[in-house]
C-alpha cells in the first residue's frame, strides 16, 4: 500500500497584536515569517525526495493571512514544473474566542465582568484546553483541535496511487489539539509543547493509526496559546 504523509506547519512570523489571546488577527507575515515560509518549501522538497514521496499538487491552508501567504511562499519555493495550488478553509484556523476577537486580554476579562451571566473564567482560561469563553462564537481549544483533526481525516480519506506527501498550513494550538485526537500526542503533552514558525511536523497514516515519524516539537517556555 502506498504511503501517505502529512506534513503540518504552523505559519510564519507574523505582525502579531502583544497581549491579544485572538489568534484571528488579520495581519501579514513579518519579513523573518516570509524568509522561514521559504525555507520550509526547501526543507519539504528535501524531505520527500529523501523518501522517493510524490508531493501532492493541491496544499491546504488557514484561510487566516499568515497561514494563506506561509502556504502561498512555500509553494512558490518547491522545485519542479509543477502548479501548485492553495486550498484555503477556515477548516484550518485556530481557536475562535467568537466575539471578543481582536480584543486585549484585559479587556476580555473586563467584558465578562460585566455581564451577569458570565463566571469568572480561570485564570489559565487561554491555555486550558477544555475552555471555552461563554461568548457566541467561541470554542475551546479541544473543540478547535477537533475541526481540524476532522479536516485532515476528510482530506486524507481517499487511497493514494503513489507515496505520498501532503501539505497542511495552519496555527500552532490546534495543530497540537489536532494531533491529540488523531492519537499522536496524550493530553497531558500538549502543554508541554509548540510548534516552530514553519518547521514541518511529519504524520504517516496507517493502518494502526497516525503516526509522528519526523520533525520536532518545540518545549514550551510558558507563551500563551496565541498562534
Known amino acids: 500500500m502506498p504511503r501517505l504523509i502529512v506534513a503540518l506547519i504552523r505559519h ?12 484571528h488577527q488579520p495581519f501579514p507575515l513579518s519579513p523573518l515569517g516570509e524568509q522561514q515560509a521559504r525555507q520550509a518549501g526547501v526543507e519539504i522538497a528535501e524531505f520527500a525526495a529523501d523518501l522517493g514521496l510524490t508531493l501532492c499538487p493541491s496544499l491546504d491552508c488557514s484561510s487566516l493571512l499568515r497561514a494563506w501567504q506561509t502556504a502561498h511562499i512555500l509553494a512558490d519555493s518547491l522545485p519542479g514544473n509543477t502548479d501548485y495550488t492553495l486550498h484555503s478553509t477556515m477548516a484550518l484556523a485556530e481557536r475562535s474566542v467568537g466575539i471578543a476577537a481582536n480584543l486585549t486580554t484585559a479587556d476580555i476579562e473586563s467584558l465578562l465582568a460585566q455581564d451577569p451571566r458570565c463566571d469568572t473564567p480561570p485564570e489559565n482560561w487561554k491555555s486550558n484546553s477544555h475552555y471555552c469563553l461563554p461568548l457566541p462564537g467561541a470554542e475551546s481549544l479541544m473543540t478547535a483541535g477537533q475541526r481540524v483533526a476532522q479536516h485532515l481525516r476528510q482530506r486524507t480519506a481517499e487511497p493514494v496511487a503513489t507515496d505520498t506527501l501532503k501539505v497542511f498550513v495552519g496555527h500552532g494550538a490546534a495543530l497540537r489539539h489536532a494531533a491529540f485526537h488523531l492519537g499522536v500526542l496524550s493530553e497531558a503533552q ?13 504524520l504517516e497514516k496507517t493502518e494502526r493509526g497516525w503516526q ?3 520533525g520536532d516539537w518545540k518545549q514550551r517556555g510558558g507563551e500563551a496559546y496565541n498562534d
Open 190 to 202: 500538549i502543554p508541554q509543547l509548540s510548534m516552530f514558525h514553519a518547521r514541518p511536523i511529519y
Open 12 to 23: 510564519g512570523d507574523y505582525q502579531q497584536r502583544p497581549d491579544t489571546p485572538s489568534a
Open 212 to 214: 509522528h515519524i519526523a
